[in-house]
Structures are given as structure tokens and as C-alpha cells.
């Protein structure tokens, strides 16, 4: 198993570009989670996911979105990126709720 | 509101005990995990409590749970310079969704 895998690993974007990052996970897990990190911060939630054509926000979701077609891949949008979405982003999942999150290596993007 | 404190930075010698702290504010967690991430990486489960236990031992992992004060502890044993990382705490905000709250992360400087 590849387990959580993201791309791209980095980005830098002009304001005002969009871009979609992408995650897929071959784990057959239920639940999906985008984050982001902030230097210095801990992970904050964007959305989530609790199986496929469900979704819903997190603690952030502004300037953000995202689908879930199928159980394998959870894309998160960016439609009009701002300088304070600079950040690194992390997508996870887990088998159900309680269970622990995997967590992909993350996309560093940059906005510039 | 939900919020997970950590100490910033904590700098042990090799072969010491490090030892890692955490306070949070639900007490209605049923779940909180011990993450660490290593440079450029995504975060590892390293560990886990139930909220009905107030001690879990892993190999050189203890995990002490207070609920009366909210309080939660990492303790390695004989930490080596391979333990150098940044280690978050989390809660559970939501059991059936798995949203977890992540603390700032504690960043452990093992010096040989």
C-alpha cells in the first residue's frame, strides 16, 4: 500500500491563480481530512469527509473546496489564492472517525 | 472554545528522560493521541490514550492522563537523537467525525 499520497510536493502560485491539490489514499478508508499547517502552528481543520459525496467544513474552510467522488480521492480547491494561504497542507484519513488518521507528506505552497 | 496548549520547545541531553506536555479543554474527549513529525514529513501516530485511562505504557512511551486537570504527558525514555521532531497533541472534537484539535506542537532537541 502507497498509503495517503499528495500532489504536488510544492507550488508556488500568483494571487488570484487556482490551483487543486490532490489526495488519494488506497487504504479503502471511510473518512478524509484536509489541514493546514502554519509555521510555528498546529494542524488546523479545513474540511472533512466521512465517505464518498459527503463533505463538510472545518475550522477553516473559507477560500477553499472540495469533493469526494469516489472513497480513493479527496481534491481540495483553491479558487482565487491569497497571500494567507501560504501554508503547508496535509490531507489524512482513517478507517472510521476514532480511528487514527494517516496522514500524507504534505504540499508546501506558496502565494506570492 | 476547544483549545489544545503545549510548550514550545523542550531541549534534552541523550539518554535523558524528555518529557512532553499538553493541557486541553474538552472533557468530553474520548480519544487523545500523541503525533510526531519529523522534519519535512507528514505526522505519525506515535500514540494514543482512552479518555477511561489515566496511564498507557508503549516500550519507551509513557502517556499519563489527568482528567480532573485536563492534563496530558508524553514521557521517552532514553530519548535518542532519532527522537528530534515536533510532537503535537490532540483531542478529539468530534468522535464521529474524528475532527481532531491539534496543540501548537512541542519541538525536542536531543543533543548527543
Known amino acids: 500500500n502507497a498509503g495517503v499520497t499528495q500532489t504536488p510536493k510544492f507550488r508556488i502560485l500568483k494571487i488570484g491563480q487556482s490551483m487543486t491539490l490532490q489526495c488519494t489514499q488506497d487504504?479503502?478508508?471511510?473518512?478524509m481530512y484536509w489541514y493546514r499547517q502554519d509555521p510555528g502552528m498546529g494542524l488546523k481543520l479545513i474540511y472533512y469527509?466521512?465517505?464518498?459525496?459527503?463533505?463538510d467544513k472545518g475550522e477553516v474552510p473559507n477560500g477553499y473546496n472540495v469533493s469526494r467522488s469516489t472513497t480513493e480521492d479527496f481534491p481540495l480547491r483553491l479558487e482565487l489564492a491569497a497571500p494567507s494561504q501560504t501554508s503547508v497542507y496535509f490531507c489524512?484519513?482513517?478507517?472510521?472517525?476514532?480511528?487514527?488518521?494517516?496522514f500524507g507528506p504534505g504540499t508546501r505552497l506558496t502565494v506570492l | 472554545g476547544e483549545d489544545v496548549e503545549q510548550s514550545l520547545f523542550l531541549s534534552v541531553r541523550e539518554g535523558d528522560s524528555s518529557v512532553i506536555n499538553c493541557t486541553y479543554t474538552?472533557?468530553?474527549?474520548?480519544?487523545l493521541y500523541w503525533y510526531k513529525q519529523e522534519p519535512g514529513a507528514g505526522l505519525q501516530l506515535l500514540t494514543y490514550?482512552?479518555?477511561?485511562?489515566d496511564m498507557k505504557q508503549d516500550q519507551r512511551l509513557t502517556v499519563l492522563l489527568n482528567k480532573k486537570d485536563k492534563h496530558l504527558s508524553l514521557r521517552i525514555a532514553d530519548t535518542q537523537t532519532g527522537d528530534s521532531a515536533i510532537y503535537f497533541c490532540?483531542?478529539?472534537?468530534?468522535?464521529?467525525?474524528?475532527?481532531?484539535?491539534f496543540g501548537q506542537g512541542t519541538t525536542l532537541q536531543v543533543k548527543p
Open positions: 469527509s466521512v465517505g464518498a459525496g459527503i463533505t
Open positions: 490532540a483531542e478529539v472534537f468530534s468522535g464521529n467525525t474524528g475532527k481532531l484539535i
Open positions: 474538552d472533557s468530553s474527549s474520548t480519544y
Open positions: 490514550i482512552f479518555s477511561n485511562m
Open positions: 489524512a484519513s482513517s478507517l472510521t472517525g476514532p480511528n487514527e488518521q494517516f
Open positions: 487504504m479503502n478508508h471511510n473518512y
